[in-house]
């Protein structure tokens, strides 16, 4: 037994011990490339949305800036402007507004205004945009919401800000 003893080596004991610990860590190793493995995805998602309503908000302050004309229905709500850089589309006025469309055409999967293309689907890989504007007659201020959406229809960036015209807009009712 002694002659055991004066050879160099480690107990079993031992042996058992620094296999807890290496499994300990190479288990709290694994946890945190897990978690990291399913955050990535979120804040990717999130820089995209974020470039994408930054990109979206200069083009709609831009046009909204050099707005000629306003279109209102009978009530006075905004249906939308005349847009000197993306004309008017069919009936001859640029709406902002609904996803399908307006904001951004489903079957292409561009984001269109005046029915031309600003940003080609690519642009923002699975997300879509919705802008919404008022105009206040009174104040002569344009008020917008953009909201951008994931693949998966769930918010993920909204922006409100306001847009004074260079000159006060023509307004039109339209029927």
Request: proline share 2%; with cysteine; net charge negative.
């Amino acid at each position: 037994m002694k002659e055991l003893r004066k050879k160099g080596g480690f107990t079993l004991v031992e042996s058992l011990c620094v296999l807890l610990v290496v499994l300990l860590v190479s288990f709290a190793i694994l946890s945190g490339m897990q978690f990291a493995a399913d955050i990535l995805p979120r804040s990717m998602s999130l820089s995209r949305a974020q470039v994408l309503c930054s990109t979206l908000k200069t083009v709609v302050s831009e046009e909204l800036r050099s707005a000629g004309t306003v279109y209102v229905d009978g009530e006075g709500e905004f249906l939308g402007i005349f847009s000197a850089h993306y004309g008017g589309g069919q009936e001859g006025i640029s709406r902002f507004g609904a996803v399908d469309g307006s904001g951004a055409d489903a079957d292409a999967g561009e984001i269109t205004l005046g029915g031309r293309r600003v940003l080609g689907s690519t642009a923002y890989a699975g997300a879509e945009a919705s802008v919404s504007v008022d105009y206040d007659r009174t104040e002569n201020c344009f008020t917008a919401v953009l909201t951008v959406f994931d693949g998966g229809g769930r918010e993920v960036k909204s922006v409100t800000f306001d847009v004074l015209p260079v000159e006060r807009p023509t307004v039109v009712t339209m029927p």
